[in-house]
């Protein structure tokens, strides 16, 4: 299995108080993501990462942001938690693909991070 | 529409049944094909690629068919412990990777 750990695996917090979930990774890859999974919606991407210090917004990103200081370190923080915010967040990570740029689409995901907000 | 959509399920099986799932995307320029699979509160874990000439691997086989958009997966000889969630995963240019929301899939004994 790829090294991936994600932390906290488990949150409660309440409205407006911010919050932090770390994404750590020993593969080395250069490319790392933040998802959030909801039922009834596929995993849908908030952030994403394709090198120290280079993030990018995904198709979710309103209320969250990212922050990548070393290769192996992905934050993904929530500046004040809302309830439409409680969810299970996935961190992936990928190498790259042909050209250095494109995602191939084989990603190696942590084990989940569960916020619930009250 | 969705980009991606799957047929929720849940699908229940008899052990040793074949059972088929499909998948269609809206993008015509989408240019990889995966299936995921996930367990109860665990990760996505990649199953497998789809090829345009389609794939097998074991029990498991993928065909993609473009003209029609679709992309299926095949499991035959169902075993118990193929109980779990299939993620269709659909890749365009750059970063775009749509996931399919998930066919459930319960095999009985």
């Known amino acids: 299995d790829a090294g991936i750990t994600q932390s906290p695996r488990h949150k409660v917090t309440e409205t407006g108080t911010p919050v932090t979930l770390r994404c750590h990774q020993t593969e080395n890859h250069r490319y790392m993501y933040w998802y959030r999974q909801d039922p009834g919606h596929g995993l849908r991407l908030i952030h994403y990462?394709?090198?120290?210090?280079?993030?990018d917004k995904g198709e979710v990103s309103d209320g969250y942001s990212v922050s990548r200081s070393k290769t192996e370190d992905f934050l993904l923080t929530l500046e004040s938690a809302t309830s439409s915010q409680t969810s299970v967040y996935f961190c992936?990570?990928?190498?790259?693909?042909?050209?250095?740029?494109?995602?191939?689409?084989?990603?190696?995901f942590g084990e989940g991070s569960r916020l619930t907000v009250l | 529409r969705k980009e991606v959509e799957q047929d929720p399920g849940p699908f229940n099986v008899p052990e040793g049944a074949t059972v088929a799932f499909n998948c269609t995307y809206s993008n015509s320029a989408s240019q990889s094909f995966f299936w995921y699979r996930q367990d109860c509160r665990k990760e996505p874990k990649l199953l497998m690629s789809v090829y345009s000439s389609g794939n097998e691997d074991g029990r498991f086989t993928a065909q993609l068919n473009r003209a029609s958009q679709y992309i299926s997966l095949l499991i035959r000889d169902s075993k118990l412990s193929d109980s779990a969630t299939y993620l269709c995963v659909v890749v365009g240019g750059g970063f775009k990777t749509i996931f399919g929301a998930g066919t459930r899939l319960f095999v009985k004994a």
């Open positions: 992936a990570i990928s190498e790259s693909g042909s050209g250095g740029t494109a995602n191939t689409g084989e990603l190696f």
């Open positions: 990462s394709y090198g120290v210090k280079d993030t």
